[in-house]
């Protein structure tokens, strides 16, 4: 336990100080670095193949619903910003902007691209002519700027990674099936692939994407009761099609507008893995999502190494062999210490051999999640590790999902209520979490919620746990109910 403590001490505690824990882990797990660049990372291989394996989960079912990869341009003329006056209006105080090239003014300032519905709406505006051009189904992989004053590493910088979905449809009710449709692909990825519980629904109009008709979410809980966004699903009406002349010739040989959708997530879902699952011994990685499943560790007095690799070198490829994410571990370190270190990068499971498991025929599996050891025969060993990792994955989810159940909140229905229950958590350094509650659907009641208690609605939930009757704020009936809580 003292080696344990040693080795583990660069990482503060979570009870201490959340953010610094966060920091601290994903700084000593070689995750990213930071740059020169204010709010600008560097993705490290470890880092960058978290969000590799998000791509894949997310590729998949996109290029299934008939959705296919393209790239647009990073510059975006101002003058398009300027086609679409509340979108421009949103993002105004984020946007860097391109001023000269070549030591020579530009005649038209370019922003980097904070989202790209104004470049891709000019290009569908060349593209789609008649109602055989629809539906267009574009995604982009691709970075994008947005200057954050305040930043954290992979939650939210000046610039960062994010697929954006870009459609076009001849009609309201296929544009908003595909912004549904793609908001449960998110839900779907996010819990069954990171083990992250969800809440689906709209948001509020305060907190609408700007240009929107509708906004869609999908929210998540961390470990220190915030509030992550975790991907959002935009129905745009003819909003942009109108600002960029999208029309088409439909069958009634009319011409329309068409309606369409944009759809976003990104490597923030890295930072809300770890926030999710992490504890104070560093990462644990959901089996599905974690670049190295499986870390194998020689073990036992160097004498008898050379007998203990005969065994291990074949078992290696085997396992290699069947598809399962391994790496051996054969550093000239003390088994202890690279137990800790395999732990705080979070493997799902670690798979000790030593001269009597040889004789044996046996290895030692141990949990991640739990830090349980088993003892496990050779024979079947590769179905023995699929079906504890699977067993692994629906553990964190349960866990989370259990977490999250303890800090959401169903009996707050004032603000004298949220005011007391904000103090005591506090008083007691426990998560604040998320309060269900009552909105009339007046903004300035939403305004004062988060005036005075810095509580932001998260979304409409589409199956709250229960129906709220009245406001939280102003005590008149409530028109929706809705989760708050405090967000990064």
């Excluded at 740059?35 to 791509?55: D, S, Y």
């Excluded at 809440?199 to 994407?209: A, D, I, L, N, V």
């Excluded at 509030?227 to 009319?254: C, P």
Aim: aromatic share 10%; net charge negative; glycine share 6%.
């Amino acid at each position: 336990m003292k080696e344990e403590k040693a080795f583990v001490k660069e990482i503060t505690p979570q009870s201490e100080d959340f953010s610094r824990w966060y920091i601290d882990t994903i700084k000593k797990a070689d995750l990213m670095d930071y740059t020169p660049v204010r709010g600008c990372i560097v993705f490290k291989p470890e880092g960058f193949e978290l969000w590799e394996r998000i791509q894949e989960a997310m590729n998949k079912r996109f290029k299934e619903t008939g959705h296919r990869n393209a790239y647009f341009p990073m510059l975006i003329p101002e003058s398009f910003m300027q086609k679409e006056k509340e979108h421009i209006e949103g993002f105004n105080p984020e946007l860097p902007w391109v001023t000269e090239a070549g030591g020579e003014p530009l005649e038209e300032r370019l922003a980097l691209r904070p989202t790209s519905e104004t470049i891709i709406g000019h290009m569908y505006s060349q593209w789609i002519q008649s109602y055989r051009d629809l539906p267009v189904l574009i995604n982009q992989w691709a970075n994008v700027f947005r200057w954050e004053k305040r930043t954290m590493p992979f939650l939210r910088t000046s610039e960062f990674l994010w697929q954006e979905g870009h459609t076009a449809h001849a009609t309201e009710e296929e544009a908003r099936e595909e912004t549904m449709q793609m908001l449960e692909i998110y839900r779907e990825v996010v819990e069954q692939e990171l083990a992250i519980p969800v809440w689906k629904g709209q948001k509020t109009p305060s907190e609408r994407f700007a240009g929107a008709v509708d906004t869609y979410s999908i929210e998540a809980m961390m470990k220190d009761g915030k509030a992550v966004q975790a991907g959002t699903s935009h129905y745009l009406g003819d909003n942009f099609a109108r600002g960029f002349e999208i029309k088409f010739l439909d069958r009634d040989n009319t011409f329309k507008y068409v309606h369409t959708t944009s759809w976003g997530s990104s490597t923030r879902l890295i930072g809300s893995m770890i926030m999710v699952h992490g504890d104070d011994r560093g990462l644990s990685l959901p089996p599905r999502m974690a670049p190295t499943q499986v870390i194998m560790i020689p073990v036992g007095p160097m004498k008898l190494r050379e007998q203990v690799m005969q065994a291990f070198d074949p078992l290696f490829d085997t396992i290699k062999a069947s598809g399962i994410r391994v790496r051996a571990d054969l550093r000239e370190e003390t088994p202890g210490w690279k137990f800790n270190e395999w732990e705080m990068r979070g493997v799902p499971v670690r798979l000790e051999m030593g001269p009597r498991d040889v004789e044996n025929g046996q290895v030692i599996l141990a949990r991640r999640d739990t830090g349980e050891k088993i003892t496990v025969a050779l024979e079947g060993i590769v179905e023995t590790i699929r079906n504890l990792l699977e067993e692994i994955q629906q553990n964190m989810f349960q866990k989370a999902l259990a977490f999250r159940e303890a800090n959401s909140h169903l009996g707050i229905d004032s603000m004298e209520q949220l005011a007391s229950h904000i103090e005591k958590s506090e008083q007691d350094n426990a998560p604040s979490g998320w309060v269900l509650a009552g909105w009339c659907g007046d903004d300035a009641c939403e305004a004062k919620v988060k005036e005075e208690t810095k509580f932001t609605s998260r979304n409409i939930p589409f199956d709250p746990p229960v129906r709220k009757e009245t406001c939280i704020c102003c005590g008149e009936k409530a028109q929706h109910t809705v989760w708050f809580g405090r967000a990064y």
